[in-house]
């Protein structure tokens, strides 16, 4: 079925906040259509952690209707930029990274994307290739192209700026090299983050200079993760990643508010309008559910999302154990007389990353051993085998005594 220039500009610009510009993306997608091209669609992603989560499928769903629309996404992995480091709204910039850890998250990064992307219409660069070779002469002539004012129009730069906080000469580069990775692959169109806008446009001011058609900049929300508030970072433990077990994904999709459902719907799966309207006459707990499976499905099998939802509703509705409790074996060299303090017993089992978290969670009333609400974080647990220790919504742990 052959899709008019009016509807794929109306999937193109549906979800999006910021669009530079409809008239210009309109003139692109009517002239691909005419010379029977597919568009150039940059959208990049520094390798700084392993794996990716739902706040990057937002980008990646996005990247796909492109695709389905006959485009060709160039994905850049930034190595090269990995190692320098960005701040993108954050008061510190990121630590810098050795080749060894970036090649490692690089490779596993694309193992990932293409559970989202199509690999046929998928270019694959690495910024390396045209950095890689630059000398100083190189650096410096790029970098005449801006100015420190241009750079201090971008929010965190102004704002630490203000603040007398220290912005590094390095720092002030980065846009600089994202925006020339657009001159160096062509594109017509760079999609991101709302937080990447100023790198974007300044992608367009380049693309000028050398005499390219600007890029069309289009940026997506930033979801918020599980708390419903920070955005989705794994540094913050608020995500869900797409290598997380059937299971473990269910149920953090399963924890998201009712309100948050509807974005996860919108943005991660790009349910249509008329879709989560008839979604919405459900019962939120069933909307739920429908939202979680889909996701599960779509990162493992169908078989994995029932199993996964079964499982829920017996453990979770039900108020039953899992099937499946991880079992936690404790020697003598950690219990003394068979007794155990309640916090280092809820760390050694994995239910709490420290003392800290742990005692958050005996306050907030979310330990139970043997289903018996445990509340006092001063207290010694006389430890016994089959036991069953509970941290949380979905934390589940057998002590074994060896």
């Not at 806008?197 to 599980?226: C, D, S, W």
């Not at 991660?268 to 499976?293: G, I, N, S, T, Y």
């Not at 509340?375 to 005594?401: C, E, H, N, V, Y």
């Amino acid at each position: 079925m052959t899709i008019s220039v009016e509807q794929q500009v109306g999937r193109i610009v549906a979800r999006s906040v910021d669009l530079v510009s409809v008239d210009e993306l309109h003139k692109k997608v009517q002239a691909a259509s005419k010379e029977g091209r597919a568009l150039r669609v940059k959208y990049g992603a520094d390798p700084s952690a392993p794996d990716i989560h739902l706040g990057h499928v937002v980008g990646l769903s996005k990247l796909r209707e492109f695709q389905d629309l006959g485009h060709t996404v160039v994905f850049i992995i930034g190595d090269f930029t990995a190692m320098i480091g960005d701040p993108s709204g954050k008061s510190k910039t990121r630590p810098q990274l050795s080749r060894e850890q970036v090649m490692e998250n690089a490779n596993s990064y694309q193992e990932q994307i293409f559970k989202v992307l199509d690999p046929g219409r998928t270019e694959m660069r690495f910024n390396s290739e045209w950095f890689g070779p630059m000398n100083f002469e190189d650096v410096i002539r790029l970098s005449a192209h801006v100015t420190v004012a241009q750079m201090l129009q971008r929010d965190d730069f102004a704002k630490r700026y203000g603040e007398n906080q220290p912005i590094s000469l390095v720092e002030f580069l980065y846009p600089l090299v994202q925006a020339y990775d657009s001159v160096m692959v062509q594109a017509d169109i760079e999609l991101g983050g709302t937080d990447q806008l100023f790198n974007l446009l300044l992608g367009r001011e380049l693309q000028k200079i050398y005499g390219q058609e600007p890029q069309v900049v289009l940026t997506l929300p930033l979801i918020e993760g599980l708390d419903g508030v920070q955005k989705m970072s794994k540094s913050l433990g608020n995500y869900v990643g797409v290598t997380d077990a059937p299971g473990d994904m269910f149920g953090k999709v399963m924890s998201v508010s009712d309100d948050l459902m509807w974005r996860y719907f919108a943005y991660v799966l790009c349910a249509p309008e008329e879709e989560m309207a008839a979604l919405k006459q459900k019962h939120p707990r069933e909307a739920k559910d429908e939202l979680a499976r889909r996701i599960v499905a779509w990162f493992h099998d169908e078989t994995a999302a029932q199993s996964a939802s079964e499982e829920f509703a017996r453990v979770f509705s039900g108020r039953q154990n899992p099937t499946d409790i991880p079992e936690i074996v404790i020697g003598p060299d950690v219990a003394t007389d068979g007794q155990m303090g309640l916090l280092n017993l809820l760390t050694t089992a994995g239910l709490a990353s420290s003392n800290g978290e742990a005692r958050r969670l005996v306050q907030q009333g979310g330990v139970r051993i043997d289903d018996e609400k445990i509340s006092d974080p001063r207290m010694t647990i006389q430890l016994k085998g089959g036991m069953i220790l509970r941290a949380g919504k979905r934390g589940f742990a057998r002590i074994t005594l060896s």
